[in-house]
């Protein structure tokens, strides 16, 4: 596999190189390792939702007491008896500091209540279906602006075709879940690149492996499950292995390892993968955040001049 080719053409992916990819029925991840940026707290002590002010206004805190928080893009959080929200876009928080989105997304349609600050926190991150949208959204006050978005992929897959995302996000659950024990987060590993069926649907890279590892099941089982979910019953993880020995049976994994990994590289190579201009949307320090969308490629990335800090790009 050879380095990230993906990216925009001003960001330096020196250091970074692809793994061994795995294959988890129409989900293929390919692991991403790379130099780790110093400084950026992770999103599990590095960020907690405050409050919900009001339907569309979610504050988010950065507890640390050192360290700036990249907030993941398009993380979401699900409480019971309240209504679920998403956020439109990323964004930094200083320690010890505390943002208000004003135009976050509700994803839960006719659900009243208001979520509120727990240690049990638990996160998600927008279906890849949605998310160029909810991108475009950014900068938009009004709750229900992704509702319709939600209908239509929910009826996509079957379901009924209400604003609820809690359809695939709570009731698919047990089985989105299943994606974080056939696919293995690898030691080192700072980012991900995510293939449904044989298009590259997404690039995830993570200041350091912490803050990947943190993000790992959002990932993985809710932004490019549902996508790969509802078509796996029309994949093939392939037939069983044959060989009658310990030595055989090596010999006949690694040899599947390497067709699978000629695969995914043609399926790279394949890809139509342009972002587009980047445009500046806030700074940090030294860290600069911006937006790209090509209208076939779409996300943000933060750098610190050229070098890659952050990046979460999908397929639009």
């Known amino acids: 596999m050879s380095r990230l080719v993906m990216l925009p053409r001003a960001i330096d992916v020196a250091g970074y190189r692809l793994g061994t990819p795995q294959k988890a029925g129409a989900l293929t991840m390919v692991p991403v390792f790379g130099p780790s940026y110093p400084g950026i707290v992770a999103p599990r002590r590095g960020l907690k939702l405050g409050r919900v002010v009001t339907y569309g206004q979610v504050e988010l805190a950065n507890p640390a007491a050192s360290g700036?928080?990249?907030?993941?893009?398009?993380?979401?959080?699900?409480?019971?008896?309240?209504?679920?929200?998403?956020?439109?876009?990323?964004?930094?928080?200083?320690?010890?500091?505390?943002?208000?989105?004003?135009?976050?997304?509700?994803?839960?349609?006719?659900?009243?209540?208001?979520?509120?600050?727990?240690?049990?926190?638990?996160?998600?991150?927008?279906?890849?279906?949605?998310?160029?949208?909810?991108?475009?959204?950014?900068?938009?006050?009004?709750?229900?602006?992704?509702?319709?978005?939600?209908?239509?992929?929910?009826?996509?897959h079957g379901l009924p075709a209400r604003g609820h995302l809690e359809q695939v996000l709570t009731r698919q659950r047990a089985g989105l879940t299943q994606y974080r024990s056939?696919?293995?987060?690898?030691?080192?590993?700072?980012?991900?690149?995510?293939?449904?069926?044989?298009?590259l649907a997404g690039v995830e890279i993570a200041p350091d492996p912490e803050y990947f590892e943190d993000v790992w099941a959002a990932l993985v089982c809710f932004a490019y499950g549902p996508a790969a979910w509802f078509r796996t019953a029309a994949e093939d993880d392939g037939a069983a292995l044959r060989a009658d020995s310990v030595a055989g049976l090596r010999a006949e994994l690694a040899a599947r390892r390497a067709?699978?990994?000629?695969?995914?590289?043609?399926?790279?190579?394949?890809?139509?993968?342009?972002?587009?201009?980047?445009?500046?949307?806030?700074?940090?320090?030294?860290?600069?955040?911006?937006?790209v969308d090509s209208g076939a490629v779409a996300g943000q990335f933060v750098t610190d001049g050229s070098r890659l800090v952050y990046a979460s790009l999908f397929a639009a």
């Open 68 to 156: 700036v928080a990249i907030v993941p893009l398009h993380v979401g959080y699900i409480q019971d008896a309240a209504q679920n929200h998403a956020l439109c876009r990323s964004a930094f928080i200083a320690a010890g500091q505390t943002l208000r989105f004003d135009d976050a997304c509700c994803v839960q349609e006719s659900q009243g209540g208001y979520l509120a600050g727990r240690d049990d926190q638990w996160f998600f991150v927008l279906p890849v279906e949605l998310r160029a949208a909810a991108l475009r959204m950014r900068g938009q006050s009004r709750y229900s602006k992704l509702w319709n978005d939600i209908a239509t992929f929910n009826r996509g």
């Open 259 to 291: 067709s699978v990994a000629d695969e995914v590289s043609a399926w790279l190579a394949a890809a139509d993968w342009r972002p587009g201009e980047p445009v500046e949307e806030e700074r940090y320090l030294d860290l600069r955040l911006s937006t």
């Open 182 to 199: 056939r696919l293995e987060l690898v030691d080192e590993q700072l980012g991900a690149l995510f293939f449904v069926g044989d298009r």
